[in-house]
T-cell receptor, first 115, second 111 residues
Framework: NAGVMQNPRHLVRRRGQEARLRCSPM?????VYWYRQLPEEGLKFMVY????????ESGMPKERFSAEFPKEGPSILRIQQVVRGDSAAYFC?????????????FGDGTRLSIL | DAKTTQPPSMDCAEGRAANLPCNHS???????VYWYRQIHSQGPQYIIH???NNETNEMASLIITEDRKSSTLILPHATLRDTAVYYC????????????FGKGTRLHILP
């Protein structure tokens, strides 16, 4: 039973380029959460999505960041015109949406480095 | 902000029980206590959760005080692989909300 899969594991971009991070939730899970972890800091919530809907984007920066979770395929976190401060580990978690009865299961993250 | 307070770091000898405390004095009646850990370079791993009764699974035990204002995570026989940052989190029951992580406790298992 595969867990949450994130790819790529490592991504290097130059300033001004675009970064696309992908997350495939666990089988049967329709709720996806994205978190960001800056170096030597804790995880910070970014966005919560269900299939084709953004439920809570209170942690997303207002510019350059967007997220989607289409009907088919993985969830995508997109960062446009990356800057050095975007260097971080980005983690995705998923649940089946059972009203909090089960924990969120996390992937091993994408480590984004901006040159 | 996180609703929990944890010591920033702890040491434990390999083979001994590791007892990690957590204060959550403002916890509400409908909030669960969850524990996650993050081993270096990996994503957070769920350990255990509880509402008011003590809980045990294959990884750990969770002891919640009667007034629910604090709890202790117990790793019964710590190994070097248990070295990680441990996060104590409170979450409202019945909702699929985001997790608010605090700074956690960095547990060092000493050989």
């Amino acid at each position: 039973n595969a867990g949450v899969m994130q790819n790529p594991r490592h991504l290097v971009r130059r300033r001004g380029q675009e970064a696309r991070l992908r997350c495939s939730p666990m089988k049967g899970h329709s709720h996806v959460y994205w978190y960001r972890q800056l170096p030597e800091e804790g995880l910070k919530f970014m966005v919560y999505l269900q299939k084709e809907n953004i439920i809570d984007e209170s942690g997303m920066p207002k510019e350059r960041f967007s997220a989607e979770f289409p009907k088919e395929g993985p969830s995508i976190l997109r960062i446009q015109q990356v800057v050095r401060g975007d260097s971080a580990a980005y983690f995705c978690a998923s649940t089946a949406g059972t009203g909090g009865k089960e924990p969120q299961h996390f992937g091993d993250g994408t480590r984004l480095s901006i040159l | 902000d996180a609703k929990t307070t944890q010591p920033p770091s702890m040491d434990c000898a390999e083979g001994r029980a590791a007892n990690l405390p957590c204060n959550h004095s403002t916890i509400s009646g409908n909030e669960y206590v969850y524990w996650y850990r993050q081993i270096h370079s990996q994503g957070p791993q769920y350990i255990i959760h509880g509402l008011k009764n003590n809980e045990t699974n294959e990884m750990a035990s969770l002891i919640i005080t009667e007034d629910r204002k604090s709890s202790t995570l117990i790793l019964p026989h710590a190994t070097l692989r248990d070295t990680a940052v441990y996060y104590c989190i409170v979450r409202v029951a019945g909702r699929d909300d985001k997790i608010i992580f605090g700074k956690g406790t960095r547990l060092h298992i000493l050989p």
